[in-house]
């Protein structure tokens, strides 16, 4: 069983909709993430937490906006989304950043 | 600036078959870290090894082995007597300091499929 969970597995939104992605760690790590990865492409970094405190921003646009409550979960809010932001996002944590980063399942989330 | 280059786009093997991934990276900093991921069908990333910049040591771990050359930039991945299982997009990824802890560059991934 994975440690990071993530919720929901899927989520079909329109443009005009609000909604949130959450993450969960179990492993007591420091360091959370946000990644988008479009089919047969690598998973591209979005934001890092750690120690609750954002450490890295790719520069994603601002209808994306993460929040990190405690160490152990992590949202990311979407508003107003583009069909082309229709991805999977991926979740991940690590003890530290440079340490071997555990990946939750998965969103798909298809924007109409 | 980072870079991972994985010039395998697919490879295709018969179960059983031996099967090496290649791995080059780039990078100015001194003290890195190196990874490889695999991702199944079902989309999750499995953290399969990391190696940092000071060991070069190799390592086997069942049928995977990985080898680590610094001279080359190289770090390479062999799954021996591949297995239905072991069919998925594997990736390289690169972790170093100066372009903050926590970032890793992924390569761009190689798709094996393995055949019964």
């Known amino acids: 069983d994975t440690e990071v969970t993530q919720t929901p597995k899927h989520l079909v939104m329109g443009m005009t909709n609000k909604k949130s992605l959450k993450c969960e760690q179990h492993?007591?790590?420091?360091?959370m993430y946000w990644y988008k990865q479009k089919a047969k492409k690598p998973p591209e970094l979005m934001f890092v937490?750690?120690?609750?405190?954002?450490?890295i921003n790719e520069s994603v646009p601002s209808r994306f906006s993460p929040e990190c409550p405690n160490s152990s979960l992590l949202n990311l809010h979407l508003h107003a989304l583009q069909p082309e932001d229709s991805a999977l996002y991926l979740c991940?944590?690590?003890?530290?950043?440079?340490?071997?980063?555990?990946f939750g399942p998965g969103t798909r989330l298809t924007v109409l | 600036a980072q870079k991972v280059t994985q010039a395998q786009t697919e490879i295709s093997v018969v179960e059983k078959e031996d099967v090496t991934l290649d791995c080059v990276y780039e990078t100015r900093d001194t003290t890195y870290y190196l990874f490889w991921y695999k991702q199944p069908p079902s989309g999750e990333l499995v953290f399969l090894i990391r190696?940092?910049?000071?060991?070069?040591q190799n390592e086997i771990s069942g049928r995977y082995s990985w080898n680590f050359q610094k001279s080359t930039s190289s770090f390479n991945f062999t799954i021996t007597a591949s297995q239905v299982v072991d069919s998925a997009v594997y990736f390289c990824a690169l972790s170093g300091a100066t372009d903050s802890w926590g970032k890793l560059q992924f390569g761009a991934g190689t798709q094996v499929v393995v055949t019964p």
């Open positions: 937490y750690s120690y609750e405190k954002l450490s």
């Open positions: 190696r940092n910049s000071f060991d070069e």
């Open positions: 991940a944590s690590s003890q530290e950043g440079g340490f071997e980063q555990f």
């Open positions: 492993m007591g790590h420091r360091a």
